[in-house]
C-alpha cells in the first residue's frame, strides 16, 4: 500500500515499502530531489513539475515496472497529459466567460495557472473570478464588457514567469522578492503583445497595478493616463 500527500506549498511525501526504493527507482528520485529515508519526500517550489513528480512516482509503483526506460516514458506521458489538461483548463474559464475565439497558445499558458497559487488564492480561480467582477463593474460606468472580461481573465498572465517559491510564499516578502513579483504585469504585456489583435488588452495588463496617485507600477501613471478597464480590473483584482 502507499499514499501520496501533496501540501499546499512545496512538499510530496510518498510512503512505500522499501522495496520499491532500490535500485533504478533511485534515478527517478534523484531527478526530482527526493531524499530516501524510509518514506520519501520530494521537495520543491514549482508546483507544475511537482505535479509531474507526484504522478509519475504514484503510476510507477501502481505499475511496478521501475526501470531507466519506463520512468522516461512515463515522465513523457504525463507531461503530455497534463499539457493537454492544461489547454481543457483554459477553455474552461474562457467558456465560462462567454469568451470566445481566444488563441489556443494563451489557452494554454491560462491553465497553467491551475498550477500556481497567490497569497494563498489558485491564480486560475482568481482571474475567472476578476473577469466576472470587472464585467459588473463595466456594466455599471458604461465601460467594453467584453474588454474588461478579456483583461481580467489575462491580467495574471504573467504570473507564470514568477519565480516558484515567490509567488507561493505564504508570509511577507522581501524587497527583491516583491520587485520580481512586481514584473508580472510588464511579463503579461510582452506575451499578449506577441499574439496579433490583443495590443489593446496588453496595454491593459500592462497597467492593472498602477493607482490614481501614481504610486503604483511598472510605470508610476496617474489618474486618466491609466486606461479605464485598466481602473476597473485594480478595483476588481
Do not use: W
Not at 187 to 206: D, M, W
Amino acid at each position: 500500500a502507499f499514499a501520496v500527500i501533496s501540501t499546499t506549498i512545496a512538499l510530496v511525501a510518498v510512503f512505500t515499502p522499501l522495496a520499491f526504493l532500490q535500485g533504478n527507482t533511485g534515478r527517478l528520485f534523484n531527478e526530482f530531489g527526493i531524499a530516501v529515508a524510509g518514506s520519501v519526500i520530494l521537495s520543491g517550489f514549482d508546483p507544475y513539475r511537482r505535479e509531474i513528480a507526484k504522478q509519475s512516482i504514484e503510476r510507477l509503483i501502481s505499475d511496478g515496472r521501475i526501470h531507466p526506460a519506463r520512468i522516461e516514458e512515463l515522465v513523457e506521458k504525463i507531461k503530455g497529459e497534463m499539457e493537454e489538461s492544461m489547454r481543457r483548463d483554459g477553455e474552461a474559464a474562457a467558456f465560462e466567460l462567454g469568451l470566445h475565439d481566444i488563441h489556443p497558445e494563451l489557452l494554454r499558458l491560462m491553465g497553467r495557472l491551475k498550477f500556481r497559487t497567490s497569497y494563498g488564492q489558485n491564480v486560475l480561480n482568481h482571474v475567472v473570478e476578476t473577469s466576472h467582477l470587472a464585467a459588473v463593474i463595466a456594466a455599471e460606468i458604461g465601460a467594453d464588457v467584453q474588454v474588461a472580461k478579456m483583461g481580467g481573465l489575462l491580467h495574471d498572465i504573467g504570473k507564470i514567469g514568477v519565480t516558484p517559491g515567490i509567488l507561493e510564499k505564504p508570509g511577507p516578502l522581501t524587497l527583491s522578492e516583491r520587485r520580481k513579483m512586481e514584473e508580472h504585469s510588464a511579463t503579461g504585456e510582452r506575451i499578449l503583445a506577441n499574439v496579433e489583435a490583443y495590443a489593446e488588452i496588453a496595454r491593459i495588463v500592462r497597467h492593472h497595478h498602477e493607482r490614481i496617485d501614481g504610486r503604483g507600477y511598472p510605470d508610476g501613471i496617474m489618474a486618466d493616463e491609466i486606461p479605464l478597464v485598466s481602473r476597473i480590473i485594480c478595483v476588481a483584482d
